[in-house]
């Protein structure tokens, strides 16, 4: 391969009782990235779209995860440019930056002839993840990746669960056009939480992975809440209550803060399910004059992948 | 039905990630209850083998959940009589009391031509746990009545969700002959822990709820872990480390303790690594001179079941 555009999905982290656990990649946004082979030695950022970010390999989030991949596997005999056009908006908390890192590192892997696996790459995109969030953490990377619902099981050594998208669930983000910082977002968590807290959050993500596991939505839907973070984080969104509201009085599984904000997600069982979900949360968004965009989306169940290749 | 004998199965409950939620049903040790119609109305226990326990109904747990079963359904027109034979030491933390409550909701319901589901006889036999353990917690009374893993998605309403055991797995437990009174157990407990040590726990909550439900006995090893309320309990069980050690050198998937202890549990992948487990176990625990019985069991899958009746 010499040239190949590839597609790098967003995802939604934490699904409100998974925080820093659980996330699921989204079909229907995604950035695209173009990596090509040329006889200059070195990595190159060439060109970017969409958004005002560095060119420099060790100041962006691909650029960073390009290197890692080529830190791990040894440098080419060759060159590499990379094309970024960013779809997904920065900031926007559907893992923008975690697209650019697990889709340079799937990229430059391809052009390499595949030495690692995906799960392999998972470190080298973590690196890239780290520029933009402050740490190496999997929650976005590794859905990007993977396709599907993954849950981070634990890291030293990252072990990620791969599990499979019951195939009627399809996901609502509605973006407020509004700043919310990630680093804002943690300032407001608890180092501290009760245990009582604590037991009832792992006894709905035990419920949301049985549900996953056995495609039982209304499982699913009792499972979609948090005790711990969202008490903590709404109120960093405005209206936040209203569109939750508006998302399960529609008949949404269940909603709530889509990492670290300031998107609001719904899950919903099936494409109608989901159509009148985001009417509702449009309408009820639209009241408040603050901006906004929505997405509908199917589950992705692929991940990172080429769109285009020339030989 | 005039006469019923039924088997209440020991249960395994925290399996250490999952306290307070998750609990597993254990087919090799239960108890035998005997219910009887008569003539004379009203509710007694006539008889108690293996056990010293009050016969006053509202002081047994037995009595208890028989009796919220009735306040539930209405009273008979005939009389019945309870015997209790236990086999599950009590105080032993593999779910003694809540074979009682579990199997006499089930005998009663059972003789009245069965009003009730297993399901729903679940909120009666928390409330003749309670009497034992001062509060009304399902993680025992679930697997002991339904058999399998059970996971205790919330209370308020009561959501059980039922995971079927994977076929090959086994449990061991060592009962060192010790009094380890709950309260205590309960005592050392912080009321609050770290938001760090949340995430991990759930995440592991995560790893063996899917590691369960695709029947990857792997990720139910890597999951099997604890690291809020083991660190906090195992001072009160005598060579813990050493028990857990064995357990884990000789190949068992992973250990902890049962319930409130003093019960260590092991759970293992196939009959002969359980009996290997259970040999190492033994070895570790024959050398700190502590009197001890262990037990192999497989997990049963269907609960609180009647082995005789007469019609």
Redesign the interface.
């Given at each position: 391969m010499t040239e190949l555009k590839l597609f790098a999905p967003a995802s939604i982290a934490n699904l409100n009782?998974?925080?820093?656990?659980?996330g699921v990649c989204l079909q229907a946004i995604g950035d695209e990235m173009i990596f090509r082979k040329v006889a200059e030695k070195g990595l190159r950022i060439t060109k970017i779209t969409g958004a005002t970010l560095p060119f420099e390999i060790d100041k962006n989030v691909a650029g960073v995860a390009a290197q890692a991949v080529l830190d791990e596997v040894g440098e080419p005999d060759f060159g590499i440019e990379i094309e970024i056009h960013k779809k997904i908006r920065a900031g926007s908390g559907i893992g923008s930056s975690s697209a650019s890192a697990s889709g340079a590192a799937f990229g430059i892997n391809a052009l390499l002839g595949y030495p690692l696996s995906k799960k392999e790459l998972l470190n080298a995109a973590m690196k890239g993840e780290a520029i933009a969030s402050g740490c190496e953490h999997a929650d976005n990377v590794a859905p990007c990746m993977l396709g599907n619902f993954t849950?981070?099981?634990?890291y030293g050594p990252l072990?990620v669960?791969e599990?499979q998208a019951p195939n009627e669930l399809f996901a609502v983000v509605l973006h407020p056009q509004i700043e919310l910082k990630t680093a804002d977002a943690r300032a407001v968590?608890?180092?501290?939480?009760?245990?009582?807290s604590?037991?009832?959050?792992?006894?709905?993500?035990?419920?949301?992975?049985?549900g996953l596991?056995?495609q039982d939505y209304a499982?699913i839907g009792?499972?979609l809440?948090d005790v711990?973070i969202e008490p903590l984080r709404k109120g960093l969104i405005p209206f936040f209550d209203e569109l939750k509201s508006a998302a399960l009085h529609s008949g949404a599984l269940g909603a709530g803060i889509s990492g670290a904000g300031p998107s609001v997600f719904a899950l919903c069982k099936g494409i109608s399910q989901a159509e009148k979900t985001a009417f509702a949360m449009s309408q009820a968004y639209l009241e408040t004059g603050i901006a906004f965009d929505i997405h509908i989306s199917a589950i992705d169940t692929e991940g990172v992948r080429i769109l285009e290749s020339i030989a």
């Open positions: 009782c998974g925080f820093d656990v659980i849950l981070i099981r634990g072990d669960v599990i968590l608890e180092p501290n939480i009760s245990l009582k604590a037991i009832t959050q792992w006894g709905n993500v035990g419920g949301l992975v049985a596991c056995t499982l009792r499972s809440q711990v």
